[in-house]
Every structure is written in C-alpha cells, then in structure tokens.
C-alpha cells in the first residue's frame, strides 16, 4: 500500500490548488480524481471561457459570497483573489477583466487555466491518478486508508475536495458529504443555489435574448445584472442571485431600462413623435424585444394615446414576470449547504473531530455567486488546506 503525507480527494480548482500548495509545502502529496481529466466542472465555467476569480476588494468578493463568506476570512488573510490573479500570472499565464470584475484566461479558453495548474502540480513533484473513483475512507491509528476499487492508498493527512451535488454530470456527486457522515460530522441541508427560473411567460419569442445590467425586483430586493431568456425561463447572474429569494408563485418585475427614468423615456417619445414604437424601442434594447415589447402598437408614436404611451412606458421599467418554480440542485449552478462550519478550523479547514482531516471546496457549507466567487472559495480554501502541514 502506497503511503502518501497527503492525499487529496477531487481534482476540481479547490483539489488542484491543495495539491500544488501541499506539494509546495514538501509534503508527499497524491491528487485522486474520477474523471479523465481534472477541472471538468471549472472548464464549463464562464460560458466555458473559466471565470477564474473576482478582481474586486475583499468587500466586494464578500458580498459575492452570501452563504457564510464570513467564514473565510481568515483563508483570505492567507490566500485571497489577488493572491490568484499573481499565481497564475507567475505562471505564464495572461488574464483580462471583464464587467463586474470577472476574470479570464486572455485565451477565452479554460485549458489553459486547467494546463497551468496541471502544469505546477507535476513542476512540484506533485502526483495525480485520474479515472480513479475513490469508494471508501477510513482512518485507524492516526493513518487514513483511502481506497479506490482497485488500489489502497495511506496517507497521514486527507483532503476532500469532491464539490458538492450540483451537475452530478461533472463527477460531484456529493461523496465528500459521505466522507464526513462517516467521520460523524454534521451536514448542514443541501439546496439548489444560483438557480435559473422557470417562469410564465412568452418564451420561444424571447429565448436567447441576453441583457446587460438590467434590474429584477421582487419586493425589497432589487438585483442589476446581466439577465438570458432561456427557452424554460430566464438565466444569467441576475435571475441567478433572484433565485435566492423566490421559489415560484411570485410575480417579478423587470427593468430594461434602469438608467432611465419614467420620464425621461416619455420626453424620448415625445420627441419622437414621428418615429414608429418599435424603432425607439430598437435604439435601446435588442430588436427582437423591441419587436415583442412594441407588438401591440405597429403604428407612429403621434397615433398612440398618451395614456397608452406611459402603460408602455410601465412595461419596459416593470414588466411583470410570473415565477413558476427553479430548477433542480442538479441542474442549478451551486450548492447551498455541506459540511457544518462549526466542525472545521477556519485558520487549516480541518476538522475539529478528526485530526488530519481537511475540507476545502464546495463540500464545504458555502456558497456564493457565480462570477468568479466560488471558484475563488474554492482556490483559496484549496490552497490553506493543502498548506497545513505536521
Ligand atoms: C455551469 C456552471 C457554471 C458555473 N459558473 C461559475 C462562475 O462563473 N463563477 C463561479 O464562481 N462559479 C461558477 N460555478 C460554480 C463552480 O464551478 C464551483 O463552485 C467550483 O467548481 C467548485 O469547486 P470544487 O473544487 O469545490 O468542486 P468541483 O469543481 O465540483 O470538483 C470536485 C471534483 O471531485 C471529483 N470527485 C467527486 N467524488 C469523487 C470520488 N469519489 N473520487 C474521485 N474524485 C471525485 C469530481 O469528479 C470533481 O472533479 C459554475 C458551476 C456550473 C455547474
């Protein structure tokens, strides 16, 4: 049985930055992945671009992280998205910021994200076995005993990194939160988080439309981001953050036009009296809306009653959605729950219980927007887990 200091469960960005940084720290350290490749989840992120991190300060990636951010403020005294920005331009690779400081490989392709960090775990003497589904977990005196259906493996530190339960198709099945049962630690419950929602409404006319920096409103809460019809509904980081605060039954309203008043948009069509509706519309929004939005009234703005100009006027700053439901945890983006907080160290995510034993990840119960958020969890929790040494 092959002895390891460190072996680390799950090659998503949280396994293989532990990976590099055990490695850095000296430790013997083995990556065990099931998959073929590592990072299959990551490689699908940003419209499978890789957002690998958020550029904005430590408030900003807080308030990115609504599912117990706080917790990791002490990973980020250690590691934190500046520290990521530097790694991977250490390592050859350029990045770009885009809007609401999401950050890219200047590629626009994943691999060359997945490659640097293949790359820097081989450079540090790191191993990786992929293909390899780990089936069993035990520990016995202070050794763990990690087991494939092949091959055994002990290693005097263990660190699961399996992800948590959304898009099992990536390979996150949710093995990490067996690991932990098994070890009698709590799990707090699993929900779906960062959902798309299915709505009511005309969606073969809209689907594919994308919006930038739109607003949605439910109630107090009011949320400008970008926004995607989808053929079930709507999508894209602003329905995302929503789907925190609805569960089907409500009614949303959508501004298409948040940086424009009510009025403002009545003196437009007043000075454009000549012009049909939808060529106004056209000058602010994408076409095929414009056409949607304007259907009703095919004739010159002069030959529409007023009343019926500000009803349109509504339309477009609060255009009513009725929400049905969200999608599944399998088909939503993030997990919301995982392994209780209270059980793991903040300062070396190690287990209170177990000694020796890590979490870093998604398994972990945090969650947070997309936009570079969890994947910047997860790199710098990865990184803090795999730095702890005996
Ligand atoms: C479509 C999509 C888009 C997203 N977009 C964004 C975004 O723009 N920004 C953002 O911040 N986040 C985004 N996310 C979320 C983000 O990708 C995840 O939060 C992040 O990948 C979690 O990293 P992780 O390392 O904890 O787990 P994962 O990336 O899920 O990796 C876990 C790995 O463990 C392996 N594994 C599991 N069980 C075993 C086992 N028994 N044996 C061996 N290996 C095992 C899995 O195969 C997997 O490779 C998106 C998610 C999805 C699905």
Known sequence: MTYFDTIIIGGGPAGMMAAISSSFYGQKTLLIEKNRRLGKKLAGTGGGRCNVTNSGTLEDVMAGIPGNGRFLYSVFSQFDNHDIIAFFKDNGVALKEEDHGRVFPKTDKSKTIIQALEKKIAELGGQVLTQTEVVSVKKRDELFYVKSQTESFTAAKLIVTTGGKSYPSTGSTGFGYEIARHFKLHV???????????????????????????????????????????????????????????????????????????????????????????????????????????????????????????????????????????????????????????????????????????????????????????????????????????
């Open 188 to 390: 707090t419950d699993l929900e779906a988080a960062e959902s798309p929602l299915l709505t009511d409404f005309p969606h073969k006319a809209l689907q594919g439309i994308s919006l930038t920096d739109v607003t949605l409103s439910c109630g107090k809460h009011h949320i400008t981001h970008d926004l995607l019809f989808t053929h079930f509904g709507l999508s894209g980081p602003a329905a995302l953050r929503m789907s925190s605060f609805v569960s089907g039954g409500e009614v949303i309203e959508l501004d298409l036009l948040p940086d424009m008043s009510h009025d403002e948009l009545l003196v437009l069509f007043e000075e454009s009296r000549d012009k049909a509706i939808k060529n106004v519309l056209k000058s602010l929004m994408p076409e095929r809306l414009a056409d949607f939005i304007a259907q009703p009234f095919p004739q010159k703005i002069k030959q529409v009653p007023k009343h019926q100009i500000t009803e349109l006027i509504e339309r477009v700053k609060a255009m009513p959605i009725p929400v049905t439901g969200k999608m599944s945890l399998a088909k939503s983006f993030v997990t919301k729950g995982g392994v209780d907080l209270k059980e793991i160290n903040p300062k070396t995510l190690e287990s209170k219980k177990v000694s020796g034993l890590h979490f870093a990840g998604e398994v972990l119960d945090i969650n947070a927007h997309t936009g570079g958020f969890n994947i910047t969890s997860a790199l710098c929790t990865g990184w803090v887990a795999g730095a702890v040494h005996y």
